[in-house]
C-alpha cells in the first residue's frame, strides 16, 4: 500500500472495521510500516507500507484506549437533528426508524459524513396491542418469512446499515422462539446486532452470541434521568467511568434538545484518552450462555415501563 496519509488510513480504518465486524477473532498488530494479521495465534497476512510522508497514520482500532460508543436512536423524523448531530464531528452510530418521513435522506447524510448507520427495527411491546412500535412493527407471532419481509422493506428505508436494534421491543425480545427467528435474519442478511435492553430481560444480545453474530447491548441510557443538560452531563461522565473500568462502553440517547446540548459541550470538554469509536469498532464480548441463563417461555412484567 503506498500513499498519502489520509488514503493509506481510510484503507487501514476499512481494514479494522471489515475484521471487527466479520473476523472479530483476529489479531491485528502494528508496528512501524507494517500490519501483522493473526487467527488463534497463526499469522496469516503481513501488510507492508510505503508512506509518502514523514508522519504515518495510526491505525485507531490497533490501541489499547478505552472505547466508548454514542448511539442515537430514533432518528430519521427531522433533518435539522440530523445536521445538529453531524456538527458535533463526532463519531457518533446513527440508528435510524424505517418509518420515519426523512430516514432515507438521514441514512444517507450519516453515511456520506462516515458515520454509522443502524436500522431501529420496531419490535412488539409488552403493552401491546395498546401500544405499537409503528409500521413495519416485528411481533411475536410473525413466521420467519414475514419477519424477512419487514426487514427487506426496513432496509430498503434505511439505505447503508450495518446493523439492527430494537425500537421498543421488550415483548419481543424476551421471547425466545422469535428472537432466534430475527437473528437468523440478521445473519441472512449480513447484519450485527445492538441489544437495546428495552426490558431487564432481554435475551437478543445472548441470542445473537449464539447464532455467532457480532452483538453489543448498551451499558446505559443518556436521558433516563431528569430532562436537563446537566443530568445528561453527569452520565456522559458515567459513561467514560464505564469505559475506562470495562475498557469499552456502548451509550443510547435520543435526540432531544437537551441531549444534543450536552453532547455539543461534552465535546469540548470529554477524556481525549477515552477512544469514541462507532459500535463496529467496539470489541465484541466473549460470553459463555448456559441454557438457564435464557428463558424458555417469554416472563410478561405488567409493571414495565412504556418504552421509549
Known amino acids: 500500500v503506498k ?36 487467527t488463534k495465534g497463526v499469522l496469516t497476512h503481513e501488510i507492508w507500507f510505503e508512506a509518502t510522508t514523514d508522519a504515518f497514520p495510526i491505525l485507531p482500532p490497533t490501541d489499547k484506549a478505552p472505547r466508548l460508543t454514542i448511539v442515537m436512536n430514533e432518528l430519521g423524523g427531522d433533518k435539522a437533528v440530523t445536521a445538529s448531530l453531524l456538527a458535533l464531528k463526532l463519531p457518533i452510530t446513527f440508528s435510524v426508524l424505517p418509518f420515519a418521513k426523512d430516514a432515507a435522506a438521514t441514512a444517507t447524510a450519516a453515511h456520506e459524513a462516515g458515520q454509522e448507520v443502524l436500522v431501529d427495527m420496531p419490535m412488539e411491546t409488552m403493552q401491546s396491542p395498546f401500544v405499537k412500535a409503528g409500521p413495519g412493527e416485528i411481533t411475536t407471532k410473525m413466521s420467519e418469512e414475514d419477519m424477512r419481509i419487514l426487514m427487506d422493506d426496513a432496509l430498503g428505508h434505511v439505505p447503508y446499515a450495518t446493523g439492527a436494534s430494537n425500537f421498543m421491543g421488550s415483548r419481543l425480545t424476551t421471547d425466545t422462539a422469535a428472537t432466534r427467528r430475527f437473528c437468523e435474519i440478521l445473519a441472512r442478511s449480513g447484519l450485527y446486532v445492538l441489544d437495546d435492553v428495552t426490558h431487564q430481560e432481554s435475551i437478543l444480545y445472548a441470542e445473537a452470541r449464539r447464532r455467532g453474530l457480532p452483538a453489543w447491548r448498551r451499558a446505559l441510557t443518556l436521558n433516563d434521568g431528569p430532562k436537563t443538560e446537566g443530568a445528561v452531563l453527569a452520565d456522559l461522565k458515567k459513561a467514560e467511568e464505564t469505559a475506562r473500568a470495562k475498557g469499552h462502553a456502548v451509550v443510547i440517547a435520543t435526540p432531544a434538545p437537551h441531549v444534543l446540548a450536552a453532547l455539543k459541550r461534552w465535546s469540548q470538554e470529554r477524556d481525549k484518552d477515552i477512544r469514541l469509536v462507532p459500535l463496529r469498532l467496539q470489541p465484541v464480548e466473549e460470553e459463555a450462555f448456559a441454557s438457564e441463563d435464557i428463558p424458555s417461555e417469554r416472563q410478561d412484567d405488567p409493571t414495565s415501563p412504556i418504552e421509549h
Open 3 to 38: 500513499g498519502p496519509p489520509e488514503p493509506v488510513f481510510r484503507f487501514l480504518n476499512a481494514l479494522a472495521e471489515s475484521l471487527d465486524t466479520w473476523a472479530d477473532r483476529a489479531v491485528l498488530t502494528e508496528s512501524p510500516g507494517k500490519l501483522t494479521l493473526a
